[in-house]
T-cell receptor, first 113, second 111 residues
Framework: DAGVTQSPTHLIKTRGQQVTLRCSPK?????VSWYQQALGQGPQFIFQ???????QRGNFPDRFSGHQFPNYSSELNVNALLLGDSALYLC????????????FGPGTRLTVT | DQQVKQNSPSLSVQEGRISILNCDYT??????FLWYKKYPAEGPTFLIS?????DKNEDGRFTVFLNKSAKHLSLHIVPSQPGDSAVYFC??????????FGTGTRLQVFP
């Protein structure tokens, strides 16, 4: 049973660039949530996708956008990267509502220089 | 505005003894609480949860206690094992689909 997978594992970008991170949910799951985890902090909710639409959003600027595909996989896009965007980006999947019990992938470590 | 707080950044416990991890919250609208465990280079792993209609939930060596009047929950691990060494996150949800996480407590279980 494949769990949540994310790609790439690590990424280094320059300020002002754009980045796309990818996530495949656990088999059978239909909902994908994205979180940002800065060093020494807990994960912070970015947004959640269900039925290819953004269902809920956290306190992140419009530079953060996403997409969900018909096979439930998802992308997180960040434009105009800032140094402060350096973090571990976690994808979590779940089934149905409420989506309390979320299963996390290993994350993508983004470094902005 | 930190709605979920884990005030102890680290905890060290001897193997076989009880580990108690604490979490406080400020939002009275939270109605579901979860604990996640995180090893280095891995994503958080769901451990145990509790609904606000209960005050205790047990799963093997792990028990979560909820005190709604004090807005406090705790995770008890008995007996603690070296493999339990990890960062533990408390998370809460309040009728929405997002989880609010604390900053984590690093548990070290030594022989």
């Amino acid at each position: 049973d494949a769990g949540v997978t994310q790609s790439p594992t690590h990424l280094i970008k320059t300020r002002g660039q754009q980045v796309t991170l990818r996530c495949s949910p656990k088999s059978g799951h239909d909902t994908v949530s994205w979180y940002q985890q800065a060093l020494g902090q807990g994960p912070q909710f970015i947004f959640q996708y269900y039925e290819e639409e953004e269902r809920q959003r956290g306190n992140f600027p419009d530079r953060f956008s996403g997409h969900q595909f018909p096979n439930y996989s998802s992308e997180l896009n960040v434009n105009a990267l800032l140094l402060g965007d350096s973090a571990l980006y976690l994808c979590a999947s779940s089934l149905g509502r409420p989506t309390y019990e979320q299963y996390f992938g290993p994350g993508t470590r983004l470094t902005v220089t | 505005d930190q709605q979920v707080k884990q005030n102890s950044p680290s905890l060290s416990v001897q193997e076989g003894r009880i580990s108690i991890l604490n979490c406080d919250y400020t939002n009275s609208m939270f109605d579901y609480f979860l604990w996640y465990k995180k090893y280095p280079a891995e994503g958080p792993t769901f451990l145990i949860s509790i609904s606000s209609i209960k005050d205790k939930n047990e799963d093997g060596r792990f028990t979560v206690f909820l005190n709604k009047s004090a807005k406090h929950l705790s995770l008890h691990i008995v007996p603690s094992q070296p493999g339990d060494s990890a960062v533990y996150f408390c998370a809460a949800s309040g009728g929405t689909d997002k989880l609010i996480f604390g900053t984590g407590t690093r548990l070290q279980v030594f022989p």
